[in-house]
């Protein structure tokens, strides 16, 4: 059974950083893809980023392409998600994701889901 802990979330200014963390446990997960989700209140949970198992393969959302960055460190088994020049709209809950399949941006092809973290950014 893989767990996964999000970590990092909170308060930011428009404009400003934060980075999140993906901390996976129950299963190595080295050959698999991961992924960040968001939702913003009222709104279906949407695809942010995702990276392949060997890190070669990394997309992004257009929303968030230039501005977020999302890395592993498959000797720590994590996944994180550096997120810069922050806007209202990115404020929502952000959920890390790992998927049985080596490389996926669709949120259906995603088996394990943490609980999320909260970003909120203020205008």
């Known amino acids: 059974q893989v767990q996964l802990v999000e970590s990092g979330g909170g308060l930011a200014q428009t404009g400003g950083s934060l980075r999140l963390s993906c901390a996976a446990s129950?299963?190595?997960?080295?050959?698999?893809?991961m992924g960040w989700f968001r939702q913003a209140p009222g709104k279906e949970r949407e695809f942010v980023a995702a990276?392949?198992?060997?890190?070669?393969?990394?997309y992004y959302a257009d929303s968030v392409k230039g501005r977020f960055i999302i890395s592993r460190d498959n000797t720590k088994n994590t996944a994180a998600l550096q997120m810069n020049s922050l806007k209202p709209e990115d404020t929502g809950v952000y959920y890390c994701?790992?998927?049985?399949?080596?490389?996926?941006?669709?949120?259906?092809?995603?088996?394990?889901w943490g609980r999320g973290t909260q970003v909120t950014v203020s205008s």
């Open positions: 994701a790992a998927s049985l399949r080596r490389w996926s941006t669709v949120r259906g092809n995603y088996d394990y």
């Open positions: 990276i392949s198992g060997s890190g070669l393969e990394i």
């Open positions: 129950g299963r190595t997960l080295s050959s698999n893809s």
